[in-house]
């Protein structure tokens, strides 16, 4: 066995301009790792890499350089896989320092080892016989275009919405929140609101209490993350559940981890696979959250199929899980086909689907 690995370079497309508090998006980049046995070329395992401009622990310069650097010497390393030495390849391959790529070796070896089936982890949600509650994704834009997402996303069947906030009007935001609650009560539709740190400190409380009079499940990351102190206190007296999401960023060490959400004591933090480290560390914020009596879930971050196929069967490992943040595969235009399907706001794996990973081929480069 001389196995090899190498990647291919992928444009998504969005088929909307996708609005965030850090700008707006038409397109992101994904390296699409690929690990085969040069006896057994038919069998492939893939995983994702893409790390997000501007949030990504690992965006920087010299990334597609280290990307080079860690293919060139997992194949130099003449290696042979079992499960249960991917955690010590990972560790001793790649540096902390590059979350999605660890993330995307850890996945691709998984699915090499499943014979290239798109089988990370085997399950009830694997077989089909399984849905996953997931939210409906409300994007930042005018609020004629907010209250459409909002239409759609209902008739599709969602009970649990998220919205993106922060970018427009405050009191504009407040009024389609309580558009919502109007029509449909806390018991028929659960709201969450993601900020993604555009609240000052100065006035984060006077917002909580102000989206606390709607009903809200949570919020996310109300005010910038490195702010351990304020957002403690935020925690503490907040009339509004609070998530972490950023504040986890670059959070590698398993005592770091747990001194932050010591410190903090937020009510929920969000777990995202690519800007974490992947599934291992995952492992470890769901052991900690548990210790501390913290609530989660797991939410992708722009990923293709590749990419969201293996969180979602990550997740479906857990049971009794709260509405996940698990993006649908329909943000882009470009996406590859897969057995992930929407019915009535749940994800579900449908066996009978076959993937098609041709795309990736023709319009990749490297």
């Known amino acids: ?53 501007g949030l990504s622990f690992d965006d920087r310069p010299d990334f597609e350089e280290k990307l080079d650097q860690y293919c060139a010497e997992f194949t130099e390393m003449d290696l042979q896989l079992f499960s249960w030495n991917i955690p010590i390849i990972l560790n001793q391959l790649i540096s902390p320092a590059f979350p999605s790529i660890i993330f995307g070796f850890e996945t691709a070896m998984l699915d090499f080892l499943s014979g290239g089936s798109r089988l990370i982890r085997a399950s009830d949600f694997s077989a089909g016989q399984r849905m996953l509650p997931i939210n409906g994704l409300i994007w930042m834009g005018n609020q004629s275009f907010m209250r459409k997402q909002i239409e759609e996303k209902l008739q599709a069947g969602y009970t649990t919405l998220k919205l993106k906030i922060g970018a427009i009007d405050f009191e504009q935001e407040c009024e389609l929140l309580a558009m919502i609650r109007s029509r449909f009560p806390a018991d028929q539709i659960t709201l969450r609101v993601d900020a993604n740190g555009a609240f000052q400190p ?14 809200l499940h949570s919020i996310e990351q109300p005010i910038r993350a490195g702010q351990p102190d304020l957002m403690a206190d935020l925690c503490l007296h907040s009339p509004l559940p609070i998530a972490l999401d950023e504040e986890l960023i670059g959070q590698m060490e398993y005592v770091h981890k747990f001194r932050l959400l010591k410190k903090i004591q937020p009510q929920y933090i969000i777990l995202k696979p690519t800007l974490l480290g992947g599934l291992r560390h995952c492992d470890e914020w769901i052991e900690l959250a548990g210790r501390l009596n913290i609530g989660w879930w797991l939410t992708s971050a722009l990923e293709s199929n590749i990419g969201l196929n293996a969180i979602a069967q990550y997740t479906a490992q857990f049971k009794h899980l709260l509405p996940q943040g698990l993006g649908t595969g329909q943000l882009y235009h470009n996406n590859v086909d897969s057995p992930l399907v929407v019915e009535q706001g749940q994800l579900h794996y449908d066996p009978a689907r076959s993937w098609n990973l041709s795309p990736l081929l023709v319009d990749a480069s490297h």
Do not use: Q
Not at 18 to 35: C, H, M, P, V, W
Not at 202 to 215: G, N, Q, S, V, Y
């Open 1 to 53: 066995m001389s196995l090899k690995a190498d990647y291919l370079k992928y444009t998504l497309h969005f088929r909307f301009e996708a609005g965030t508090s850090r700008g707006t998006l038409t397109e992101k980049t994904s390296y699409i790792i690929r690990i085969c046995d040069d006896d057994n070329p038919a069998v492939i395992g893939y995983g994702e890499c893409g790390p997000l401009k």
């Open 202 to 215: 100065a006035d984060a409380m006077a917002k909580l209490e102000r989206l606390a009079a709607f009903d």
